[in-house]
Structure formats: structure tokens, C-alpha cells
């Protein structure tokens, strides 16, 4: 398996990847190209025999860049359970772009077990706290009317997670 950042051409296998793993957002393709061609320093995919086995995508927060905020996390079915989003996570905070960042925020939606047991772990490993606040509610995504019934989306609770320091990020096994 090998780690390395995404170039804009990842952005087909990822979207392809996210309409596989069937829970997350589907968001557009240029959206994921966007992803290799601005964020690839603070993004990852996971190749497993020439395949796309995973990814994530994130980036700075463009006012406070100490701050690494993680969108979107997926593991294939067959890789999960084996540390495969823990070592992608540790790969990013370990980067060069990432040598300032004292702090992860990602969302998580309130059941979600996989998401919350993958960043309580992380947490754990920085020895870190982790603060909870609802970052968008359910009403503002149902405010979107797709002109046709659908499923509730549900809330985002954003995790903040931190401080810590470059001595715990490379502590982590990647
Ligand atoms: C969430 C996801 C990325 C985790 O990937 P993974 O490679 O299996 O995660 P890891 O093996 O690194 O596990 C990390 C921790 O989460 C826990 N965990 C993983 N799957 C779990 C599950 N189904 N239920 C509860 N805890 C789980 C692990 O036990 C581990 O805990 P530990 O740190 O205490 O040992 C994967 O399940 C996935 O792709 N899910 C679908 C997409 C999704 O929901 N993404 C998150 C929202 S963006």
C-alpha cells in the first residue's frame, strides 16, 4: 500500500470511490479535482494493489491555518477496520503543510459510530481533547428542496480536536 497526495486526475476514482462506500456526500467532480489541484498537501489517497483503497480530503482554514479541517474521510469495504484512516489521518498531520497545525476539526453526523470511534481514536493517540458543538443543524440542510422527497440529512456536529503538539503528531504510527 502506498500513501501520496491526489492530483486532479484522482478526482474521478474518488467520486466513484464515495458513490461505492454509499454514505457520505456526493459531491461533483470538479469538486474532487479541486481537491488534487489546491488541497493535495493536506489531502491523501491510499493505493492497495494499483487501486484507490481510500482517501481524505481537507485543508487549512483560510483564517486560522493552524487549523487542519478534515471534509471527507472513506475506507473500501474490504480495507476498514485495520487502521487504514488513522494511518491516512497521521499522514497528513505529518506533512510539511501541516507543521503549524495545533488543532483537527472535522463534523461528524450523530450516528455515525464508524466516523466518531476513527477521530475519539485520533484524539486519544494526541492526547487531546476533543470539544463538540452542531456546526449546521438539520433545518439548515432541509432548507435545500431538491423538488422531490428525501431523506432527512442528518445534523453535523463539528469535533474540535486539540491542542497538541508536533512531539504527539510524531508519536503517530503512519
Ligand atoms: C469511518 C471510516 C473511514 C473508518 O475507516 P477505518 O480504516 O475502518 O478506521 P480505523 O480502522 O482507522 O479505525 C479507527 C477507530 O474507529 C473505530 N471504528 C472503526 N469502525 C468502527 C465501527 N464500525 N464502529 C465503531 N467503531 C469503529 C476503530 O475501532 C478504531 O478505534 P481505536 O482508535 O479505538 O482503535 C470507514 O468506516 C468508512 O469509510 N466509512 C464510510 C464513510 C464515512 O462514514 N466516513 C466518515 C465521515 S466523512
Known amino acids: ?5 491526489p ?3 484522482d478526482g474521478a476514482g474518488i467520486l466513484t470511490l464515495v458513490h461505492r462506500l454509499g454514505v457520505l456526500d456526493i459531491n461533483s467532480a470538479y469538486a474532487y479535482m479541486l481537491i488534487g489541484e489546491h488541497h493535495a498537501g493536506t489531502s491523501v ?3 492497495i494493489d494499483g487501486e484507490l483503497g481510500g482517501f481524505i480530503s481537507g485543508y487549512l482554514l483560510p483564517a486560522d491555518p493552524e487549523t487542519l479541517f478534515v471534509w471527507q474521510v472513506g475506507v473500501a469495504q474490504a480495507g476498514r477496520g485495520k487502521g487504514l484512516a488513522t494511518r491516512m489521518l497521521a499522514e497528513i498531520l505529518k506533512r510539511p503543510a501541516c507543521a503549524d497545525v495545533r488543532y483537527l476539526d472535522t463534523t461528524v453526523g450523530p450516528t455515525n459510530e464508524p466516523s466518531q470511534g476513527l477521530f475519539r481514536g485520533l484524539a486519544r493517540r494526541l492526547n487531546a481533547r476533543i470539544d463538540e458543538t452542531e456546526l449546521f443543524s438539520a433545518e439548515l440542510f432541509d432548507a435545500f428542496d431538491e423538488g422531490e422527497p428525501h431523506d432527512p440529512h442528518e445534523p453535523e456536529i463539528l469535533f474540535r480536536i486539540g491542542p497538541f503538539d508536533a512531539d504527539a503528531v510524531s508519536a503517530l504510527s503512519s
Not at 1 to 5: D, K, Q, V, Y
Open 1 to 5: 500500500m502506498i500513501f501520496r497526495p
Open 7 to 9: 492530483g486532479k486526475e
Open 45 to 47: 489517497v491510499a493505493e
